[in-house]
């Protein structure tokens, strides 16, 4: 009877041989198939636009250009964009987003009654905790999401006096 049971342990054995590689195909595939899947999506940003009539980096200029206004305040914005990928356009991504943000500065103005913002300047914090202000684009990125901080000054026109107006209708 002893050699009858080891004969059965040898026929269990190899049956087992046979389905584990059958196993480890089975896991390999599986692998294969659920790391293709898991791959990171293309990003995909919307293109924005400078709102240039009424957002202006330092005086107003165009039909505006001397035009009277009242000083309401500072307007602030912020926006965060994915960078997972290591692309060459970063900075055209930044000069995206600081479009959008330049937008969001106009919408900020307009809640206490705005009509335009002056003097907006992209803000960034360094790690000893002082900032800097740029007149361009300047955007912080940590590898996975970057950001572009920006302010500037809503502003509010005057009226324009009759005199002022007949000059502006001339021109």
């Known amino acids: 009877m002893n050699h009858k049971i080891k004969i059965l342990k040898k026929e269990r054995f190899c049956s087992g041989r046979v389905f584990t590689s059958q196993n480890a195909l089975f896991l390999i595939l599986i692998l294969w ?3 293709c899947a898991t791959s990171l999506p293309e990003e995909r940003h919307h293109p924005y636009h400078y709102p240039e009539k009424l957002v202006y980096v330092d ?4 039909e505006y250009l001397g035009r009277p206004y009242e000083v309401l305040g500072w307007v602030r914005a912020r926006e965060h964009f994915p960078t997972l990928e290591q692309d060459p356009n970063s900075q055209k991504i930044c000069i995206n987003y600081y479009n959008k943000a330049a937008s969001d500065l106009l ?7 705005g009509n335009a913002v002056i003097k907006v300047r992209s803000v960034v914090m360094l790690l000893d905790g002082k900032t800097e202000e740029h ?4 955007c ?5 999401e970057g950001e572009i901080l920006v302010r500037g000054i ?5 009226p324009l006096s009759e005199e002022e107006k007949k000059k502006r209708s001339r021109n």
């Open 135 to 138: 007149s361009t684009a300047e």
């Open 33 to 35: 198939v659920t790391g």
């Open 140 to 144: 912080s990125d940590d590898g996975a």
């Open 154 to 158: 809503a502003i509010k026109w005057k």
């Open 59 to 62: 005086e107003p200029t165009g």
């Open 107 to 113: 919408k900020e103005a307009k809640k206490p009654g």
